[in-house]
């Protein structure tokens, strides 16, 4: 198993338990001793080890993981959107439509639901945590963040959204899509990561309005429900996002509720707050 994403994967459950002492306590702003405390490490060993996972302090990484950071940031967003889904783009982030490419099944595909389709799988260790990926010759068909406790109810979901595919667990071929996957600095234009995917026309469509969400930003359900002109249908938004098959590329992570609330997500809302402050960070830092 890859050594750097060892590190990461023990990172990543440290940054874990931070970042839920801070949601507990974020109107307190706890200083850097209580957190640091509260995790078992030292001062200087945390400080080191945040910089490390996300580039700046620790000080100021927490700004981004309180309900007040996650209010400014729908209010920053909102003529983002406007300007995004106008024009096709998705602004200045890299995680976005024109590094990945959508290819729905036909309805053909959707009736034999798999038949001849060979799934290879593997689970990795990511910044974010371990990860199942499903991978076909057209694309990623899956990747949902797991647990170890919750590894074979993960394989399930994906066997059950392909019940007549051949499942064929190999490392070796996912893993080289997970080193590109969490390597941003990687990502190509003219190389986008192909998704292979499968739902009813309204489920499609609100995937493909949250890949025009640029990184760094978020939205609420309320603007993709109005962006994909269902502007009642927000229930039934929250239903198709909480179905998303492919976490992290096709980023639900960047919805939350209206009031500022982060909400539920497949990984758990911990990861939830953690990716959209890992991507806050990269993106602060980039502009400075």
């Known amino acids: 198993m890859n050594t750097d994403f060892d590190q990461f994967a023990l990172d990543y459950q440290r940054i874990e338990r931070a970042i839920e002492y801070v949601g507990e306590n974020f109107k307190t702003q706890p200083e850097l001793d209580d957190i640091a405390a509260h995790i078992g490490m030292s001062e ?41 889904y106008n024009s096709g783009l998705s602004g200045p ?56 406790e919750n590894r074979d109810f993960s394989l399930a979901i994906l066997r059950k959204n392909w019940p007549r595919a051949d499942f064929i667990k190999d490392q070796k071929s996912t893993q080289k899509l997970i080193n590109l996957i969490f390597n ?21 469509k609100v995937w493909e309005a949250l890949l025009r969400i640029p990184e760094g930003r978020i939205a609420s359900y309320e603007e993709i429900a109005v962006n994909i ?14 179905r998303n098959p492919i976490s992290y590329l096709i980023p639900c992570h960047r919805v939350v509720r209206k009031v500022g609330e982060y909400g539920n997500y497949q990984g758990g809302p911990v990861r939830k707050r953690a990716i959209i402050a890992w991507e806050v960070a990269h993106m602060q830092s980039e502009n400075e």
């Open 44 to 84: 200087f060993h945390f400080q080191r080890m945040f910089k490390r996972w996300v580039g700046i302090s620790p000080k100021r990484y927490l700004q981004y993981v309180t309900k007040e950071y996650a209010k400014k940031l729908l209010m920053n967003s909102e003529s983002i959107l406007d300007v995004s």
């Open 93 to 148: 982030g890299r995680l976005h439509d024109l590094f990945v490419s959508c290819e729905a099944v036909t309805p053909g595909e959707y009736k034999n639901r798999g038949a001849d389709l060979q799934i290879d799988y593997g689970f990795h260790q990511t910044p974010f945590g371990e990860c199942l990926l499903g991978l076909t010759r057209r694309g990623i068909c899956g990747l949902y963040f797991v647990t170890r």
């Open 184 to 204: 941003p600095e990687s990502w190509q234009r003219n190389n986008p990561f192909k998704l292979f995917i499968h739902g009813t026309n309204f489920q499609i």
């Open 229 to 242: 002109g269902a502007p009642k249908a927000i229930r039934a938004v929250g239903s198709a996002i909480a």
